[in-house]
C-alpha cells in the first residue's frame, strides 16, 4: 500500500540519520568526563561499574525511544491521510530502529569510554555504525565468495533491519541485535573497569 511505501521511505530516510545522530548523543558520555575528571569521582562513588555502564546506556536509549516516539506520535495523522496502512511492517520498522538504535547506542558508548576527544569518539563510532550497516553491501562489489557472503550478511545490521521491518519477526535477527548491544556494552565494561585499576 501507499502508506507502506511511504513508511519504508521514512525508515531509510531515519537509518543514515541514525548512524550520525547515535554518535553525536553518545560521544560525550564518557569521553567528557574523563576529560573533566569527573569520572573518577564516579570511581569513588559506591557505584558498581556495570550500574554505570548500564545507566549511561539507558540514558541515551531514553532519549532516542523519546525521539523516536515522538516521530511514532505523528503516526496517526499520516494514517489517516493515506488510508489503510498495513501494521505489521510499521511496527516491524519501528522495532526494527528500536533494536538498530540501541545496538549504535552501545557502540558509541564503548568508543567514547575509550577516548577522552568527543570529535574523535564521534568519527569512529559513525564508521563502525556505517560498516555494521553497509558491510554486506560493501563485501558483494569485491567480489567475495558466497559463504563468506553468507556469513557475513549475519553481521549486517542493514540486513537484519530489512527483514524485521517486513513485519517478520525472526528470533535470529532479535538474536544478532543482542549480541551486538551485549558485545559493546561488555567493552565498555571492561574499558571502564581498566581505568579503575590505573
Not at 539507558?58 to 511514532?72: D, E, K, Q, R
Not at 570529535?119 to 569485491?142: N, P, R, Y
Request: aromatic share 14%.
Amino acid at each position: 500500500s501507499n502508506m507502506t511505501a511511504s513508511m519504508n521511505e521514512y525508515f531509510e530516510f531515519v537509518i543514515p540519520a541514525f548512524w550520525l545522530f547515535i554518535p553525536a548523543i553518545t560521544m560525550r558520555m564518557w569521553a567528557e568526563e574523563k576529560k573533566l575528571g569527573t569520572l573518577e569521582l564516579i570511581m569513588t562513588m559506591p557505584v558498581r561499574d556495570g550500574e554505570a555502564v548500564a545507566g549511561k546506556f539507558m540514558a541515551s536509549f531514553g532519549f532516542l525511544v523519546l525521539t523516536l516516539g515522538l516521530s511514532f506520535a505523528s503516526l496517526p495523522v499520516m494514517i489517516e491521510w493515506l488510508g489503510n496502512p498495513d501494521w505489521g511492517p510499521i511496527m516491524g520498522g519501528y522495532l526494527g530502529l528500536l533494536l538498530l538504535g540501541a545496538s549504535f547506542v552501545a557502540v558509541g558508548l564503548a568508543i567514547s569510554s575509550m577516548t577522552e576527544n568527543q570529535f574523535i569518539a564521534f568519527i569512529v563510532s559513525s564508521v563502525i555504525c556505517l560498516l555494521l550497516l553497509g558491510i554486506g553491501e560493501l563485501l558483494q562489489l569485491v567480489g567475495l565468495p558466497g559463504w563468506i557472503l553468507n556469513l557475513v550478511s549475519w553481521v549486517d545490521a542493514g540486513s537484519h533491519f530489512d527483514s524485521i521491518s517486513r513485519g517478520v519477526i525472526d528470533s535470529r535477527d532479535i538474536v544478532y541485535y543482542f549480541s551486538v548491544i551485549f558485545f559493546f556494552l561488555f567493552l565498555n565494561y571492561r574499558s571502564v573497569t581498566s581505568r579503575r585499576w590505573k
